[in-house]
């Protein structure tokens, strides 16, 4: 989670520890959210779960799973959940990934932050 709060930086991150919290967090803010990032593996429900959770509230949310397994390799439960979450605004991102992949991804999926100006790429201090 480090390293996406690091990579991230320019965004407001609303950061949980596990399941539970982040659903919290979600209902909470959830009119501000305008992306989830969430490893498939968690401790205490899978990261499709909540992506489904978070999608009944918000249908068009846009989700990044991260996973250190290919599609193919996963639970039952997690590939019916992603057919369920549908495709278009689903990206699903294999561990290892660099840094840069991650930022590429959540500009692909929401657009740059407000914080970056111009087209210098050059973010302003927070």
């Known amino acids: 989670m480090r390293l996406f709060c690091l990579v991230l930086r320019e965004y407001t991150i609303i950061e949980a520890a596990n399941a539970a919290e982040a659903l919290r967090q979600f209902y909470a803010y959830e ?31 846009p989700i990044i799973l991260a996973s250190g397994s290919p599609p193919g390799t996963w639970a039952r439960q997690d590939s019916d959940a992603f057919g369920r979450l549908g495709t278009g605004s689903v990206v699903i991102l294999e561990k290892p990934f660099f840094p840069s992949v991650l930022l590429h991804k959540v500009h692909e999926m929401i657009g740059l932050p407000r914080e970056l100006v111009g087209g210098t790429g050059v973010a302003r201090p927070n």
């Open 31 to 61: 009119r501000h959210v305008d992306l989830l990032i969430t490893d498939m593996a968690l401790a205490t429900s899978s990261g499709t779960h909540i992506a489904l959770l978070l999608r009944s509230v918000i249908p068009s949310l």
